[in-house]
């Protein structure tokens, strides 16, 4: 089995006026290649430092860190910008768009971090931005789009660097109810095709369509729960470009 | 500068038209004070130009000795007739002392109303001169010929007539052979002068020196028809006043000599006028001074253009400061996607030395029409306000900016580092900041 990510006693601790707050206290999880993970709890459990460190953002105060091979804990800050650009798809639960540049250019930008864009490059920026649904507004800027829209870019986004997860916060906490299905149909798909999720919700609704569920409570891991049901959600997929 | 550079360009430029009234309002800073630092060198350098030529039109081998009126607690304490100022003694032991001295000059100069029928210039100078005066002022012939050596032997009643006096007395006639009238005689135009610009102040007075209304006459023939005394009718009584020479002008054999020279001439003058009744002005000095002044004048002017684009620079360093806190978000996500530190602190840098830029390149182009729109302001001046003008010095009046070459890339080069100090202070405080934050941030 490929690990995508592997978290082996990971803790943090914040010191927050003088008291320090134990954020992990000792988290193990594997994450297989094309595994569909919620990551779950109430507010304080945890959940945020967790995607924190497994979205590179931030280093644990003892423990591990791997993507795929390569132990992350210790890095420099400009070696994990390079892991982010490189090998994590963000989702955020506000979309996170930058404003002033269009929806080509947005999808574009983890490439412009890793200084790639040759033409080869732009062309699977176009066919992301097809494969969302967005091919007739590559033009346009995030705030003439809908939320759906929206997320759909950044969906596009988070793929454009092949990475060896998406990471996604919440990715419908700002959406309706059929939107929010879309996406979840969108991310649904992808897992199908392969790709490795890593979902942090607290609705348990969203939750139920991963393959496995982690809860955490107080730092720690409270269950970690596989569900095989799930592929009857699964729909039919056209290829990842 | 491969794709990745023009994309930080394009990135800044975007940001930028975001808040297109905001980034004009910061450019503007930058413009003003590239502008100004082009402007302020140009009009100093103008000025000191025409004040130097001046100068030099005063002759810079020269040494010039002009009688003065003592003081009026002096004047006051003599009745009758006062003599002062140089006499013709002075001269010839001026000229016999000193070997230095290559040619020497006598001027007598009276203040006198010309007429030549119902036409008249009331404030006409009379300057009785010798031949030598045309070369030593570096005046120049239009009509006729100059006071000649055989005119001065003979003390001949003729005159030469500056371009002004003749334009006013002869508007329409050719004056050669006509006869003015000057006090109780009439004279003889044999000659008319070409115009020639006014020269530096000499004697304690401040006035540049003109030579609009001038008429020369030998020397000879002044102080046969009209003598050393002169009377002044004042508020209730007249003066005399008597006086031999108005000024002496002394050609120095060589330029290096001239301020020993200066030494001697005062040395040989102080024991006959115990009253001070002369001044002596030494261009080559006032040349020097000219030029240390025009030296201070470009650094104070320098620092005044400086200042002005601190202030720009501060415009920019405050804009890119709220530019980074409104742009928190952003931040966060560009470095969540992968942005290092030193591509965010090149981003925000590029935003401000576009800024810079496009201010340092509108300056210099504002600060290139100096010349042009300083003529519109003179042409505007003269047409408007006349009278505030007439006030203004000569020397500014007749001043041409002069745009000083160096000045465009040093206010240019100015422009962007000042860009780029202000501007990394804000980009580094972009880049500090912690992606989590940052990516919280409403």
Same mark, same amino acid.
């Given at each position: 089995?490929?690990?995508?990510?592997?978290?082996?006693?990971?803790?943090?601790?914040?010191?927050? *006026?003088?008291?320090?707050?134990?954020?992990?206290?000792?988290?193990?999880?594997?994450?297989?290649?094309? =595994?569909?993970?919620?990551?779950?709890?109430?507010?304080?459990?945890?959940?945020?430092?967790?995607?924190?460190?497994?979205?590179?953002?931030?280093?644990?105060?003892?423990?591990?860190?791997?993507?795929? *091979?390569?132990?992350?804990?210790?890095?420099?800050?400009? =070696?994990?910008?390079?892991?982010?650009?490189?090998?994590?798809?963000?989702?955020?639960?506000?979309?996170?768009?930058?404003?002033?540049?269009?929806?080509?250019?947005?999808?574009?930008?983890?490439?412009?971090?890793?200084?790639?864009?040759?033409?080869?490059?732009?062309?699977?920026?176009?066919?992301?931005?097809?494969?969302?649904?967005?091919?007739?507004?590559?033009?346009?800027?995030?705030?003439?789009?809908?939320?759906?829209?929206?997320?759909?870019?950044?969906?596009?986004?988070?793929?454009?660097?092949?990475?060896?997860?998406?990471?996604?916060?919440?990715? $419908?906490?700002?959406?309706?109810?059929?939107? $929010?299905?879309?996406?979840?149909?969108?991310?649904?798909?992808?897992?199908?095709?392969?790709?490795?999720?890593?979902?942090?919700?607290?609705?348990?609704?969203?939750?139920?369509?991963?393959?496995?569920?982690?809860?955490?409570?107080?730092?720690?891991?409270?269950?970690?729960?596989?569900?095989?049901?799930?592929?009857?959600?699964?729909?039919?997929?056209?290829?990842?470009? | 500068?491969?794709?990745?550079?023009?994309?930080?360009?394009?990135?800044?430029?975007?940001?930028?038209?975001?808040?297109?009234?905001?980034?004009?309002?910061?450019?503007?800073?930058?413009?003003?004070?590239?502008?100004?630092?082009?402007?302020?060198?140009?009009?100093?350098?103008?000025?000191?130009?025409?004040?130097?030529?001046?100068?030099?039109?005063?002759?810079?081998?020269?040494?010039?000795?002009?009688?003065?009126?003592?003081?009026?607690?002096?004047?006051?304490?003599?009745?009758?007739?006062?003599?002062?100022?140089?006499?013709?003694?002075?001269?010839?032991?001026?000229?016999?002392?000193?070997?230095?001295?290559?040619?020497? &000059?006598?001027?007598?100069?009276?203040?006198?109303?010309?007429?030549?029928?119902?036409?008249?210039?009331?404030?006409?100078?009379?300057?009785?001169?010798?031949?030598?005066?045309?070369?030593?002022?570096? &005046?120049?012939?239009?009509?006729?010929?100059?006071?000649?050596?055989?005119?001065?032997?003979?003390?001949?009643?003729?005159?030469? &007539?500056?371009?002004?006096?003749?334009?006013?007395?002869?508007?329409?006639?050719?004056?050669?052979?006509?006869?003015?009238?000057?006090?109780?005689?009439?004279?003889?135009?044999?000659?008319?002068?070409?115009?020639? +610009?006014?020269?530096?102040?000499?004697?304690?007075?401040?006035?540049?020196?003109?030579?609009?209304?001038?008429?020369?006459?030998?020397?000879?023939?002044?102080?046969?028809?009209?003598?050393?005394?002169?009377?002044?009718?004042?508020?209730?009584?007249?003066?005399?006043?008597?006086?031999?020479?108005?000024?002496?002008?002394?050609?120095?054999?060589?330029?290096?000599?001239?301020?020993? /020279?200066?030494?001697?001439?005062?040395?040989?003058?102080?024991?006959?006028?115990?009253?001070?009744?002369?001044?002596?002005?030494?261009?080559?000095?006032?040349?020097?001074?000219?030029?240390?002044?025009?030296?201070?004048?470009?650094?104070?002017?320098?620092?005044?253009?400086?200042?002005?684009?601190?202030?720009?620079?501060?415009?920019?360093?405050?804009?890119?400061?709220?530019?980074?806190?409104?742009?928190?978000?952003?931040?966060?996500?560009?470095?969540?996607?992968?942005?290092?530190?030193?591509?965010?602190?090149?981003?925000?840098?590029?935003?401000?030395?576009?800024?810079?830029?496009?201010?340092?390149?509108?300056?210099?182009?504002? +600060?290139?029409?100096?010349?042009?729109?300083?003529?519109?302001?003179?042409?505007?001046?003269?047409?408007?306000?006349?009278?505030?003008?007439?006030?203004?010095?000569?020397?500014?009046?007749?001043?041409?900016?002069?745009?000083?070459?160096?000045?465009?890339?040093?206010?240019?080069?100015?422009?962007? /580092?000042?860009?780029?100090?202000? +501007?990394?202070?804000?980009?580094?405080?972009?880049?500090?900041?912690?992606?989590?934050?940052?990516?919280?941030?409403?």
């Amino acid at each position: 089995m490929i690990l995508a990510a592997r978290l082996a006693d990971v803790t943090k601790d914040y010191v927050l *006026d003088g008291e320090t707050v134990r954020a992990l206290r000792g988290i193990t999880i594997d994450v297989p290649e094309g =595994d569909f993970v919620a990551i779950m709890g109430a507010s304080g459990s945890g959940k945020s430092t967790l995607l924190n460190l497994l979205g590179c953002l931030d280093r644990p105060t003892s423990g591990s860190i791997f993507l795929g *091979d390569d132990d992350v804990s210790r890095l420099k800050d400009d =070696d994990l910008s390079e892991i982010r650009a490189s090998r994590i798809g963000f989702i955020f639960q506000s979309f996170n768009l930058i404003p002033q540049l269009t929806v080509l250019e947005n999808i574009q930008v983890p490439l412009y971090y890793q200084h790639r864009l040759s033409s080869r490059d732009r062309q699977r920026c176009r066919d992301l931005a097809e494969m969302v649904g967005l091919a007739d507004r590559l033009k346009h800027r995030p705030t003439q789009l809908s939320g759906g829209q929206q997320q759909r870019v950044a969906i596009a986004r988070s793929l454009v660097n092949d990475p060896y997860f998406l990471l996604a916060d919440e990715p $419908t906490g700002n959406l309706d109810s059929v939107t $929010t299905q879309e996406i979840l149909d969108l991310l649904v798909r992808l897992n199908g095709e392969g790709k490795t999720i890593i979902l942090v919700t607290h609705e348990p609704d969203i939750g139920r369509l991963a393959r496995r569920t982690v809860r955490l409570m107080d730092g720690q891991i409270l269950s970690d729960e596989r569900r095989e049901d799930v592929e009857s959600r699964r729909h039919p997929v056209d290829s990842i470009p | 500068m491969d794709l990745f550079w023009l994309r930080t360009w394009q990135l800044g430029i975007k940001s930028l038209l975001l808040h297109p009234l905001r980034s004009l309002l910061t450019v503007l800073g930058i413009f003003v004070g590239v502008a100004s630092v082009i402007w302020l060198l140009a009009i100093g350098e103008g000025i000191s130009r025409k004040a130097q030529e001046q100068i030099e039109g005063l002759g810079a081998d020269n040494i010039i000795v002009r009688s003065v009126k003592p003081p009026s607690e002096v004047t006051e304490r003599t009745r009758g007739v006062l003599p002062y100022g140089i006499t013709r003694d002075d001269y010839k032991r001026l000229v016999a002392t000193i070997p230095t001295i290559r040619s020497a &000059l006598q001027i007598r100069e009276l203040p006198r109303r010309l007429s030549y029928g119902p036409r008249s210039v009331p404030d006409g100078n009379l300057v009785g001169c010798t031949p030598q005066y045309m070369e030593v002022v570096r &005046l120049e012939v239009d009509v006729g010929h100059f006071i000649t050596p055989v005119e001065v032997r003979q003390k001949a009643t003729h005159c030469v &007539l500056a371009a002004e006096v003749a334009r006013k007395l002869f508007p329409l006639e050719d004056p050669i052979g006509k006869a003015i009238h000057i006090e109780e005689a009439y004279y003889v135009v044999v000659g008319v002068m070409k115009p020639k +610009g006014s020269t530096a102040a000499i004697g304690g007075s401040l006035a540049a020196k003109d030579f609009f209304n001038d008429v020369y006459i030998p020397i000879t023939t002044l102080q046969a028809r009209i003598g050393d005394f002169v009377i002044q009718r004042r508020a209730s009584s007249f003066e005399r006043e008597q006086v031999e020479l108005s000024q002496v002008t002394l050609r120095i054999d060589r330029i290096e000599n001239v301020e020993d /020279t200066a030494k001697l001439v005062e040395e040989t003058l102080a024991p006959h006028h115990r009253n001070r009744d002369y001044s002596i002005t030494v261009p080559k000095e006032l040349l020097e001074r000219a030029k240390t002044t025009r030296l201070m004048f470009m650094i104070f002017m320098g620092v005044i253009a400086a200042i002005s684009l601190v202030v720009g620079g501060i415009g920019i360093m405050n804009i890119m400061l709220a530019t980074v806190t409104e742009r928190t978000r952003e931040i966060g996500i560009r470095r969540a996607l992968g942005a290092k530190r030193r591509d965010i602190v090149r981003q925000f840098l590029a935003e401000t030395v576009v800024l810079s830029a496009v201010g340092g390149v509108t300056g210099v182009l504002a +600060g290139l029409a100096c010349p042009v729109v300083v003529g519109w302001i003179w042409y505007l001046l003269e047409t408007y306000l006349p009278r505030a003008m007439s006030q203004l010095p000569d020397v500014v009046k007749t001043m041409q900016p002069a745009i000083v070459p160096e000045s465009i890339p040093l206010a240019f080069g100015i422009a962007v /580092t000042i860009g780029v100090i202000f +501007g990394l202070y804000p980009a580094m405080r972009a880049a500090a900041m912690d992606p989590i934050e940052a990516l919280r941030h409403e």
